[in-house]
């Protein structure tokens, strides 16, 4: 599994001098931009073992930019050309299971706040396409920043302004063109349709072992709790509901996130 590989590796790059780590970084940065493309197992594999050998070739006095060249984005590219693509089924697959969780999680966030809930598949069909956009446009910004071709100040302001920018084409999207093929769903509906989606996390959660699914299975389940809630509990309550819980959640998320990646590094 990928995670597999990323923890062994990040374990190897402490074993690694200032500058060599920096060169790897470098290559990781890049490859991200590219990552969507390509198997994450086999770059995950091919990126581990290029640590251990540079480790290696550490101990005898080799610095990462006479092993690797002076340009860690044309070793990289060199890497890719090697490695097979992925096929379409492949891609459309990942694609698929981002929308599965982005397009579940906007839900329940839907589920939490919006009373009575209305489905806006177009909406959903929007927010994963700007996902996806605005990640790739992520990855290439910071790769730029982790090569020194652009500050970190500007890079952040840019990251900042760009999310602004996706949220409210999702925003104007929902309210002037959300409305067609909107489907208004009664309480009871809602409640079954969020536990769908919270029993789907938990599987991919299973099945996956990845603590980041794990962390977005916790969440979940908080805003499963709020919106049941405020659909119990009269209007003063709901609304401060509506904040708590989900800033809990917000906290359970990050805590889970953290515990999990100590207990794996133990």
Known sequence: MIEDY?????????HLNKDNQAYMKKMIAYIGVKSYFYDDELLGEQLYN?????????????RAVDYFGKDPRAMVDQILSELPRRSLGSYAGLVFILGVILVGMRYLMDFTWMMPLTIQPLTYVVFL????????FILWLWSKQSYGEMKWPRAMFISVISLMVILNIVRLFSIYFGQ??????????AI?????????FA?????SRDRLMTSLLVMGMTFLVTGCCVRFVNPGTANVLRWLLPLI?????LLVFRLQR???AI
């Open 192 to 200: 079954f349709l969020a536990v769908l989606v919270l029993l789907g």
């Open 203 to 207: 599987v991919m959660a299973y099945r």
């Open 50 to 62: 290029m640590v251990c050998d540079l480790k290696v070739a550490e101990k005898e006095g080799i």
């Open 6 to 14: 990323t923890e062994k590796m990040s374990a190897e790059l402490l």
């Open 129 to 136: 396409l700007n996902f996806l956009i605005f990640s790739q």
């Open 249 to 253: 959640g917000l906290v359970l998320f």
């Open 180 to 189: 067609i093929g909107s489907l208004l769903l009664s309480d009871g509906w």
């Open 262 to 264: 100590k207990g794996e």
